[in-house]
């Protein structure tokens, strides 16, 4: 059997002394999709921040296994170069470097020609990283760098927030394509966690398996399209009786 | 020319003076000696300072004319010089040449003290683009460096003058410049300093007539020890004169002043203003001081400045693509100094980029 290529045992994550995850564990295995779905504002994000080691995430207690290898010592760009990619929900302007120099910066692919015409970044590649960019533009600059990153697991935040229909349908296709959608699910190499308050995202990208976080762990696991559909009628409140006695719906 | 040893061609290369590139003039002088002065194009004419006033008797008129001889000590010291060193430059009415000018001074022996004076005269509707490296050789300890430049820039002329210093922990530079624009003429300076310098003083002055635009861009990085007291004055002298003065500097352990200060008196002037620092280190400082002085109500003045640190929030989106952390610092410096001249012609603007990342030295602390 695969080893897990994202593994967390009881993590315990704070901002600031605040506790944010409180206990949280997940495994996602060689070519999974996760989607994890919660309120905004409760730490879903940190989840993913926390995975990369970006300041000012503390890791109190619990273990994360990148590929079995915990992270503990290590550096936020070497978990990066261990495979792990994340497309940001709000990525920094950086002035004076520009969208080519940073793709060249970190590209491990031959050739992202095909890639840069799909998500219509030919104008964006000598302009500065971010600045001046739409919510749609900044989606796909992210989803660019994933392409250029080419990791075997992708962290995606909040991929439809600010981004328009026609731009979520670009955004979507591209993302199926990293994850290999088109294969049979034995076959694909890459797994994702996508995070998502509104769930939107799902009528585009295949996920296999959703959660809901709340109150800094995961209470309900389950089907993402039957997750969602409970969330649409009874909101997050109609997640409050998974606190209290969790359930796996799978 | 004179045969170069290998270490002075790469110190001179340092410096963007390379005798193998292609150029429509050059100048060369190693402390005292005027080692290459020649001209490829009809309408450019450039002369050892002393011939070309031997030559002319009206350049006597133009010495010391933008820059007075007592404006300070540093330039009473290069009027009082017992050898004459510097260029003459002169584009001829109407020439138009895209291939730069190179020149290049270089302290050649250990306490040398260089005084030089240039003149350069871009006649009306010529176009000139000048590329000067100052530099001290490999093996210098000490020396100054002490020139004064003055630029005659007749109606409808366009110069740009890009200058690139590197010096040694112990060599002082005093440059003092000064530019007349002439109406609707336009004179875009970009100064390039990198490494270390013991101190570093400088403020070109420009006076830009009706419609005339001048440029200021300048990109230092400022090692340890090293003191850069650098800006620019511009007066907007005319109806419609506008200027822009952009500065881009980066302190790892080093003493900068920025300066900047646009007057302006007539109607319809423009000028603006940046100055953005980055500081890499606790030792050291950056220490911006922008200056608008408006004497009519219809002028759009205004300033920008900013100092910092690098942003933990972009070196950490860096990291977590994969860059390892010096790599992302440079990158982030190496963009922040990487400045876009509008109105630079595009192989000058490659040039200067490439001169730039040549140069750089961008250990962070």
Redesign the interface.
Known sequence: MDVPVLKIIDLHVSIEKKKIIKGMNLSVGKGEVHVIFGPNGSGKSTLLNAI?K??GYSIDDGEIRVKSKNIQDM???EI??MGI??S?QH??K?????LR??LN??NRTEDLDDEIRALNMEDFLDR?LNVGFSGGELKRAEVL?LYA?SPDLLLIDEPESGVDIENIAVISKAINKILQKEAPINLRERSAIIITHTGHILNYIDADIGHVFMDGKIVCTGKPKSIMEDIKKLGFSGCAACIKEPKDRI | MKYLDDTTKAMLKKVAFDEKQEHSASFLATDWDVLDTHSTEDGLEILPIGTALDKYEWLRELFFTLIEKDKDTYVKEVASSDVLLGYFIRIKAGVKISLPVYTCYMINSDTFTQCTHNIIIAEENSELHLISGCTANAHILSGRHLGVTEYFIEEGATVTSTMIHSWGKEVEVYPRSAANVGKNAKFISNYVAMGSVKKLQMDPLAVIEEGGLGEFYSVIYATENSQFDIGSTVILNGDGASSEIISRVVSNGGEVTTRGKIVGKHQNGRGAMACNGLLLSKKGYIHAIPELLGQDPRLELSHEASVGMISKDELAYLMASGIEEEKAKSLIIEGFLDLKIPSLPDYLQRQINAIVKETKDFETM
């Open positions: 990369l970006l300041p550096t936020t760009d990066a170069n990619g994340m940001f990525p920094p950086i002035k004076g470097v520009t120099n940073f910066a970190i500065e760098k990153q």
